[in-house]
């Protein structure tokens, strides 16, 4: 296992924690960068694994079997990536969950409404990376959409569906931070299908934001049993 550490050159103790608690053979940057996806790239550049996934600061893994169960789907060397659920839950209180992000089965037609992996929850192959590139600057909060895009859609690399849990993530991503900010995200969306010559349905763009209401009820339903699966 390899552990790359990209820091934006923080100001805070947040290096002081990073040199005390890090691997002894984790590789650490920290340095000036353009924003979340310039340091993935930084990231996915420095990767020597054959697969390689990536953990925003302040998310987790919901359990210490994550990585031993992406481990198991990579066995089949025909999967190029896999992507599980992702578990919204409040920045101050990491145990009340707040959305439920279910992945549900590959169908390739679901972009057409709106529909994306949880990238967080998004593990790939490093040739795959090689092949077709990493995060695209120019596309902002919706560089993972892009990419999500680029690689199952258009390139058609293969992926399946770990049906779990696999990452905790805090609220208040900046897509989501306000009204302003959701709509320009969704015309980032757009843009996405535009740079890699696709074009969406009619309704793609306005399904995307609709697509999480889904997210809420679901998470009302089974928050419950939720709490138990992640207790164990």
């Given at each position: 296992m390899e552990h790359i550490i990209i820091d934006g050159s923080s100001t805070d103790e947040t290096m002081s924690i990073i040199n005390r608690e890090a691997l002894p053979a984790s590789?650490?940057?920290?340095?000036?960068?353009?924003?979340?996806?310039?340091?993935?790239?930084?990231?996915?550049?420095?990767?020597?694994?054959?697969?390689?996934?990536?953990?925003?600061?302040?998310?987790?893994?919901?359990?210490?079997?994550?990585?031993?169960?992406?481990?198991?789907?990579?066995?089949?060397?025909?999967?190029?990536?896999?992507?599980?659920?992702?578990?919204?839950?409040?920045?101050?209180?990491?145990?009340r969950v707040v959305r439920y992000w279910r992945g549900g089965p590959f169908d390739i037609k679901r972009f057409y409404w709106g529909w994306m992996p949880p990238h967080p929850t998004f593990f790939v192959r490093r040739s795959v990376y090689e092949r077709f590139g990493g995060f695209r600057l120019d596309l902002g909060s919706a560089a993972d959409y892009e990419l999500t895009l680029r690689l199952l859609f258009k390139h058609r690399v293969s992926t399946r569906y770990l049906p779990e849990p696999l990452v905790m993530m805090r609220v208040g991503g900046v897509s989501n931070a306000s009204l302003s900010n959701r709509v320009r995200a969704n015309r980032l969306c757009k843009k996405a299908w535009k740079v890699n010559a696709m074009k969406p349905k009619p309704w793609t763009i306005i399904a995307m934001p609709l697509s999480k209401i889904g997210q809420f009820f679901f998470n009302n339903v089974i928050s419950p049993q939720l709490s138990w699966t992640l207790k164990r």
């Open positions: 590789k650490i940057v920290s340095e000036p960068d353009r924003g979340i996806y310039d340091a993935m790239n930084k990231g996915l550049t420095l990767a020597t694994g054959d697969v390689v996934g990536t953990l925003n600061a302040d998310d987790f893994y919901c359990h210490d079997k994550v990585l031993s169960r992406v481990a198991e789907v990579f066995k089949d060397p025909e999967v190029e990536s896999c992507y599980g659920d992702l578990v919204c839950v409040d920045r101050e209180t990491a145990g």
